[in-house]
């Protein structure tokens, strides 16, 4: 199976192309220390962009407005370091004004700390938001990248110098026209919060199982009885919105209570809404909620306030203390206000619970039951059985020639059998996913006319298998060239079509995944050449062996021999690994 290369070879090219091309995405994270693009050119040394930003002093927890622009651009880099000590580590954390052109990157160990394109499509200006951290030195100074196409750049193109009140300041460029405020109003939330108490005096729900609300990769969520109330506390990192729901069943939707802590300018702002399908959130007034309290500090949003357990009717909430599945959502603030629909997939508990009744400290799936099980029969079936069966049938047919299972040769049921099981479990994992989402997904991109092309190949390939020629007929090499053609044609979009299953927000297998499977590849490949120059070798040696005219019944007899030994250990060991492979990305599933 020489074409099952493909899928490797593709993803190699793919690697050298992204790495010779440049950045046009702008994740950029090893141009973090030097801010340099690695194009291989000499730096312009003549700035033709500036920087400006709002304010001349800063106090912890401001946000400054930092402005660049110039003549047409397609990529950019926006740091803030120590204006002391320049050769520093970017200082504090940044968010965005501009979702669609510009992102957010970690560089070292602080998140959001600097900001770059998206596209390389042109622009003239970009603005951003610099939030000072709490250890911020006296004295910041801005430095951007700007990249106005691929061999002309500049690099660290140094800004204005703003400092703590303290310290003089040390320039005043600045914009007049803005009147945006610098600091963030004051909150009562002073400190994150408390996970100690989950399980004991209330009830909390969290992703990842366990973690920490003061870490900036921690969704929380808890709910406290006090009296004829709750007190709700929800956080996560996000630069546009976190909300929790409470729903009857496992599915967004049918009026579902739902309560959004959504990042505006220079502060938070919690409203609640109706979830009607799939559509825009109902929203409507605070209807219920007392004692409104937030924090955004440090990457994360949190909200605090607290709610009766019953509420009118005319309010359209739900009581609390009833059981209900809670999702736990984020997603991002468009520039006009809109809200975008989340990128992952809401983490769902996995059951119904009553926040009222036993105090728990659960997780959730971001994965639903269903989608898990349509992965995880895929890989079952295209990394496991088909690709066993096909290693068989095409090594194995001289090894044990005689021996008859059901009145046929051994390498053939055992052939049939797994391509049976191939097709069985891809039948059932092709109707999965219609049964989760009710019909077809326009969002999944190809991943779903991939896998119909496959379920198709796949029911052909046993078709023509039922209804193939006798060996002596004359039609007998047609049906072995179509055999052969369709099933690695339907082996090779299988792998490309769980290349792209891994990365869909139903399923969002973690990044190391996608190597895994090109490892799974390249193990295939290697041991099919392996097993083909194994062959090859056997042939001449019993060529030689025939040439000599010595011995020749007993010594092929013995060369056969080990020929078979060498194949069957070889057959062992490709069990194993795949057996390995597929544990892995099942155990990914299960994780999810």
């Known amino acids: 199976m020489k074409s099952s290369r493909i899928p490797f070879i593709a993803c190699l090219l793919v690697c050298l192309l992204d790495q010779s091309a440049g950045y046009p995405d702008g994740k950029v994270p090893e141009s973090c220390a030097s801010m340099l693009p690695f194009h291989g050119e000499t730096p312009q040394k003549f700035p033709k962009h500036t920087i400006k930003v709002n304010v001349t002093e800063f106090k912890p927890g401001d946000r400054v407005k930092v402005s660049f622009s110039g003549p047409k651009f397609e990529g950019f880099m926006l740091q803030a370091r120590n204006a002391d000590r320049l050769e520093d580590p970017p200082i504090g954390s940044f968010a965005l004004a501009d979702r669609r052109r510009s992102q957010l990157l970690k560089c070292g160990h602080v998140k959001n700390s600097a900001v770059s394109h998206t596209s390389q499509s042109k622009k003239d200006h970009m603005d951003a938001y610099w939030i000072a951290p709490r250890d911020a030195p006296k004295r910041i100074q801005f430095l951007v990248t700007v990249v106005q196409q691929y061999n002309i750049y500049w690099v660290r193109i140094p800004g204005p110098k703003i400092s703590q009140p303290s310290v003089h300041p040390l320039t005043t460029i600045m914009s007049t026209n803005w009147t945006t405020p610098t600091s963030l109003p004051v909150s009562p939330l002073s400190q994150p919060f408390n996970s100690s108490d989950c399980g004991d005096r209330k009830f909390c729900v969290r992703n990842p199982t366990h973690c920490d609300p003061k870490d900036n990769n921690c969704f929380f969520l808890s709910f406290k009885q006090d009296e004829d109330s709750v007190w709700i506390e929800m956080s996560g990192p996000s630069e546009g919105y976190i909300a929790f729901a409470l729903s009857h069943d496992q599915w967004m939707g049918d009026g579902d209570d739902a309560y959004f802590c959504i990042s505006e300018a220079y502060s938070v702002d919690i409203r609640t809404a109706l979830l009607v399908g799939r559509s825009y959130p109902e929203f409507d007034s605070k209807n219920g909620l007392e004692n409104i309290s937030w924090r955004l500090a440090d990457g ?293």
Not at 329 to 338: L, P
Not at 565 to 590: E, S
Request: glycine content about 8%.
């Open 300 to 592: 994360l949003i949190q909200c605090s306030f607290r709610r009766r357990i019953h509420l009118p009717a005319s309010t359209r909430r739900y009581n609390l203390d009833a059981s209900y599945y809670i999702f736990l959502a984020d997603g991002e603030i468009g520039a006009e206000g809109d809200f975008y629909k989340h990128q992952q997939q809401p983490l769902v508990t996995s059951g119904k619970y009553n926040i009222l009744g036993p105090l728990k400290d659960i997780g959730g799936s971001r994965s639903p039951l269903l989608i898990k099980f349509h992965g995880a029969l895929m890989f079952v079936g295209w990394i496991t059985t088909v690709s066993i069966g096909v290693i068989v049938a095409r090594f194995f047919k001289s090894v044990c020639p005689n021996t008859l299972l059901f009145e046929e040769q051994i390498w053939f049921q055992v052939h049939r059998f797994l391509m049976i099981i191939t097709i069985l479990v891809t039948s059932i994992s092709f109707v999965l996913p219609f049964i989760y989402r009710g019909g077809w997904n326009k969002h999944a991109g190809f991943h779903p006319y991939f896998g119909c092309t496959v379920m198709a190949l796949a029911l052909l390939q046993g078709l023509m298998a039922a209804f193939r020629p006798p060996s002596q007929a004359p039609r007998r090499k047609i049906f072995n060239w179509l055999h052969w053609s369709t099933g690695t044609t339907a082996r090779i979009l299988a792998v490309v079509t769980m290349f792209l299953g891994m990365d869909l927000p139903a399923l969002n297998l973690p990044p190391w995944d996608s190597y895994a499977m090109i490892g799974f590849v390249a193990w295939h490949v290697g041991i099919d050449l392996l097993l083909e120059l194994h062959g090859y070798c056997l042939i001449r040696k019993v060529e030689v062996l025939d040439d000599d005219r010595v011995q020749i019944l007993q010594s092929i007899s013995s060369v056969e021999a080990q020929g078979h030994t060498f194949k069957k250990t070889v057959l062992f060991i490709y069990i194993c690994g795949n057996i390995a492979f597929l544990v892995t990305f099942i155990t990914a599933i299960a994780q999810v």
